[in-house]
DNA sequence: GGTGAAAAAAACTAGCC
DNA sequence: GGCTAGTTTTTTTCACC
């Protein structure tokens, strides 16, 4: 069921009509998935362009030191979109919006300013192939 | 107002009242924004490692030829959620989720298997700092 | 866990400022 | 563009299967 979810802000009457249920059924099982932590919340996707936020920038950060705790230091940089420790060369992985490839330079100043972090590698991603949930199973 | 988009389900009432509208305001507004396509679609957020998917890798891609087409081949393999064409060495950057590190070999053995992928460079995020939405500022 | 209907609360509509 | 008040639709609850 939770491939429906993916797709609208349509009545549980309809969700049930899809799966073969009735309206209060549909509405349990929403509730439920909602209870037990596996649907996290509901939100609305935005379109990042329609917001001066257009280009897409990947950067891998490398620390001298380990990054645990300065999770708050990229979260204070605006623009950052994710932030996430990872386990190859790099130390931490950020995904970040700008308006234009010239504040990206604002933003890695920034970067470096922050406590260990001792290089950057940008990447620049103009174009998206797709851009999908996270799919489960029917259920 | 679209900050408050990012956190809820909550009535139009609600929304209204945060930002000092009525009801009928706030509404006309929400729909003016999903009529401008700035909100794209409504979704529910779901727990990856709730669906059996608690691994979040990320694999640069290699290849020797240009890959602008072959979006559709990312799209056929289950478990990448983003693939996207970059500017720096590598060509395109996939966002992947697994149940276990071991299925990564399948993936990656899947990727290989596209026309024109001469390499892959896995990365394992095993913590996230943050993640959030492209957050504009309040409007 | 599902059904069906009643009750409560929203989402929408429209006329007016 | 916003407000208020009405109409319609949906969510939510509940007794019963």
Do not use: N
């Not at 059924?25 to 909602?34: G, I, S, T, W």
């Amino acid at each position: 069921m939770a491939l429906l979810q993916q797709d609208a802000t349509q009545a549980c009457a309809a969700l049930g009509k899809a799966v073969g249920l009735s309206a209060g059924a549909a509405h349990e099982r929403v509730r439920k998935l909602r209870e037990r932590g596996v649907i996290r919340r509901t939100t609305v996707e935005v379109d990042a362009a329609a917001l001066g936020q257009g280009v897409l920038v990947f950067v891998m950060v490398e620390s001298s030191a380990w990054m645990g705790e300065p999770g708050a230091a990229f979260g204070a940089i605006s623009g950052i979109q994710e932030a996430r420790i990872i386990a190859g060369s790099a130390s931490v992985l950020v995904k970040l919006r700008t308006a234009a490839t010239m504040q990206l330079q604002d933003v890695l100043r920034r970067l470096y300013a922050i406590e260990g972090v001792s290089g950057t590698q940008a990447t620049v991603a103009p174009e998206t192939f797709f851009e999908r949930p996270v799919s489960p199973r029917a259920d």
